[in-house]
């Protein structure tokens, strides 16, 4: 079966309206959702001096917003330039080439390069292409999978992998300590040195109606934490106080979003964050985004520091493959 890609749709040069099939129901449109004026979301230095300042803001930040934007993070621009060009060189490649990876979520191949699929008639697509590949462990790895071109993908992705899974384990120690506990506790709970990262590429072409589509629809992210770079497009939008607030572009800063398994594992005090992706008319958006996820055989509950008869456990306890499965399925977890 050939899938259609949105790219080669938005390449085509005379397309004025958008297939039937992009157009969001009414009150998921965004121009019947527009989000808040005037407000910004947190920004974080991780060199904030004073340490305990620096868990109190974080803290603050995961537990009001489940969001921030990082900056002072210590991985160099220059890198995170390097794998923003390998990523952007791959989509720019002939439809035949970025083929020989196409995934097939059917079957459970979810790496590679994937547009999201309808499941039934009434289901929207999301205006998106991307590349999806794991990144750590060595043992969950296929380089059969990564881009082959450009050549130097593997290189400058290994290196970011390094430079992102330290900055991982200091949002990790600092977040645990923000709950009380030691600086271990949360690493050690999503799985330790078997910590999975996830590469996923995410590219929104220009769309010619982009107040009727969207490039990711409301969601929350079923991993521990995303760490996520864009481009200078905008399009981000969190959900807070019941109205979507724009998250701006702020130069060589991450965005860090807190998952699923952080909020069961904080018993609720720190919260996943709704978000979506909105498109634009004139420039093509993308963003690179690792996502942290525990084991498969992962058991993820609500860590017993945090529960007592004043703090009843909000969640259940079950093994990531499992929570992975209801959150695919749309099921009660």
């Not at 929207?124 to 969950?140: A, N, R």
């Not at 991982?168 to 330790?192: F, M, P, Q, T, Y």
């Not at 019941?242 to 130069?251: M, Q």
Request: proline residues 8%; negative net charge; charged residues 25%.
């Amino acid at each position: 079966m050939t899938t259609e890609r949105v790219q080669a749709l938005a390449c085509i040069g005379n397309l004025k309206e958008l297939p039937e099939k992009f157009i969001r129901p009414t009150d998921e449109r965004p121009e019947n959702t527009k989000p808040l004026e005037g407000v910004t979301v947190p920004i974080i230095s991780l060199m904030e001096s004073d340490g305990d300042l620096l868990v109190k803001e974080i803290h603050k930040a995961c537990s009001e917003w489940g969001f921030f934007l990082l900056k002072d993070h210590g991985i160099s621009f220059g890198l995170i330039e390097k794998l923003q060009e390998v990523g952007m060189e791959f989509f720019k490649q002939p439809h035949e080439e970025k083929e020989k990876y196409a995934n097939d979520p059917s079957i459970g191949m979810f790496e590679g390069y994937g547009t999201k699929m309808t499941k039934n008639l009434d289901e929207k697509v999301e205006w998106v292409d991307y590349f999806f590949h794991i990144m750590s462990p060595p043992s969950k790895v296929d380089y059969q999978i990564w881009p082959q071109m450009p050549s130097s993908y593997r290189e400058v992705t290994e290196e970011y992998k390094k430079e992102v899974m330290k900055l991982i384990d200091r949002l990790l120690e600092l977040l645990s300590e923000g709950l009380g506990l030691e600086g271990k506790a949360l690493k050690s709970s999503v799985g330790g040195d078997e910590i999975q990262l996830e590469m996923k590429i995410n590219m929104y072409p220009p769309c010619p109606q982009p107040e009727l589509a969207l490039g990711v629809e409301p969601h929350t992210d079923m991993s521990a934490l995303t760490l996520l770079v864009p481009n200078d497009v905008p399009g981000l939008q969190v959900w807070k106080d019941n109205n979507w607030v724009v998250v701006d572009y702020f130069p060589n800063a991450f965005f860090v979003h807190v998952g699923d398994q952080i909020e069961v594992l904080s018993n609720g005090k720190y919260k996943s964050v709704l978000h979506r992706s909105t498109v634009n008319k004139e420039r093509t958006r993308m963003s690179w985004a690792v996502f942290c996820a525990p084991p498969h055989d992962a058991m993820i509950g609500p860590l017993p520091e945090l529960v007592d008869e004043q703090n009843p456990s909000k969640y259940s306890t079950k093994t990531f493959s499992d929570f992975r499965y209801c959150k695919f399925n749309k099921l009660p977890q």
